[in-house]
């Protein structure tokens, strides 16, 4: 059996290294576990500590995904479990998710904050945790192939993995939009809205290795050489006239996206997204997206992306983990797994099944904390 993450140091010319960590389980898209989590966080730890490793190159086997999400197999039985015990009243006595997530955080935090480069290569499926990977490295690439979203409004979660944070800090309202619609991303997308910032064909990347090992690392500032690198390859492969990225729908929709979504209250912005009126295949499968989603799922992203505003990425996290834990201890996160990954009738119930019925004041039971704020799990996060 062999480890979801593999792990190898390339030496550069003039004696530095590259860390590469490259995520190794092709058949569920690289799906994250708890496995993948404590492979990942002790490596980069090691590496951002070794004064002779230069960047960190994070990136996946194949031509499918780089990551498609969360492993929620495991999650879903202890959900289930937990949903049929005595204790389904404490959002803490589910230990494997308070695990599992507060372990996923605490790397996804690791990432955004890392004291050296990053390079995450997101070639084909980026979605929910793998964007949570992605998000916070220093130097973000994906290919004609790739393809990103956040969509856990189709399971009855939220995006969560930093999303709140890095959502609410798109162009306009565009955020708010992707996390009611879990709308796909193309590469141009992904630099448009701020998850990548550069697009190179997937052709490109052996040479890009070779170009990155010829360079004089730790001579100077790391991370502007490697954005010279990336800038470059991006430049020569604009030059050749034959690039085969596709324009950005994003930036196309944006003025009608900002629009929609800058409604008085989330009645309307949904009101005003389910009645677009436009022959655009597009933003007609966003809207079919939000019409079938969880209308808890909803309330609770538009709710967060207003709560986070003025607070930082640390406290989005320790907020997060929180309606984490109160949304595993809930039906709809349990019920939008089994609709669509474990039984896959596609028929989920909804709890609850309307808008209306996801009140202000049942919302607000989200951030219901049981933690003294020093005895928070990730209390230490921004110490």
């Given amino acids: 059996m062999y480890p979801p993450v593999l792990f190898e140091e390339l030496v550069a010319a003039n004696g530095r290294r590259i860390g590469v960590a490259t995520l190794a389980s092709e058949k569920t898209l690289h799906a994250i576990s708890l496995e993948m989590v404590n492979l990942l966080t002790p490596q980069l730890r090691a590496w951002q500590a070794d004064p002779q490793v230069a960047l960190v190159i994070l990136q996946a086997q194949g031509e499918k995904a780089f990551c498609a999400g969360g492993d929620l197999q495991q999650l879903y039985r202890t959900m289930r479990d937990h949903h049929a015990s005595p204790e389904r009243g404490d959002i803490r006595a589910n230990r494997y998710a308070a695990e599992f997530f507060e372990h996923e955080y605490r790397l996804d935090y690791l990432i955004h904050t890392f004291g050296k480069p990053i390079l995450a290569w997101g070639h084909g499926i980026v979605m929910g945790g793998g964007i949570g990977l992605m998000a916070g490295c220093s130097h973000r690439v994906v290919t004609e192939r790739s393809r990103l979203a956040m969509p856990e409004i189709t399971i ?22 992707l996390a009611l619609t879990g709308a796909n991303l193309n590469a141009a997308d992904a630099v448009f809205a701020n998850l990548a910032d550069y697009r190179l064909v997937q052709a490109s990347k052996p040479a890009l290795i070779d170009t990155l090992l010829a360079q004089p690392w730790g001579q100077g ?56 009126d436009a022959d655009d295949a597009w933003l007609q499968k966003a809207a079919a997206t939000l019409r079938a989603g969880a209308p808890g799922s909803a309330a609770l992203a538009y709710a967060l992306q207003r709560k986070v505003r003025h607070m930082s990425l640390a406290q989005v996290f320790r907020l997060e983990f929180v309606v984490s834990l109160h949304c595993a201890a809930r039906p709809d996160f349990v019920e939008g797994i089994r609709a669509l990954i474990v039984e896959k009738d596609q028929k989920p119930k909804w709890q609850p099944a309307t808008l209306a019925e996801a009140t202000p004041s049942w919302v607000e039971g989200f951030f219901a904390d049981p933690w003294p704020p020093a005895q928070h799990p990730l209390a230490d996060l921004g110490a």
């Fill in 156 to 177: 009855g979660l939220y995006p969560d993995v930093g999303g709140s944070w890095f959502l609410a800090r798109m162009p306009g309202k565009t955020g708010l939009f």
């Fill in 221 to 276: 500032d790391d991370a502007q050489l490697l954005d010279g690198v990336l800038l470059e390859a991006q430049r020569a492969s604009e030059a050749d006239g034959q690039t085969p990225f596709a324009p950005s729908n994003l930036r196309q929709h944006y003025d009608l996206v900002d629009r929609l979504c800058r409604q008085a209250d989330l009645g309307a912005v949904v009101d005003a997204i389910l009645a677009i």
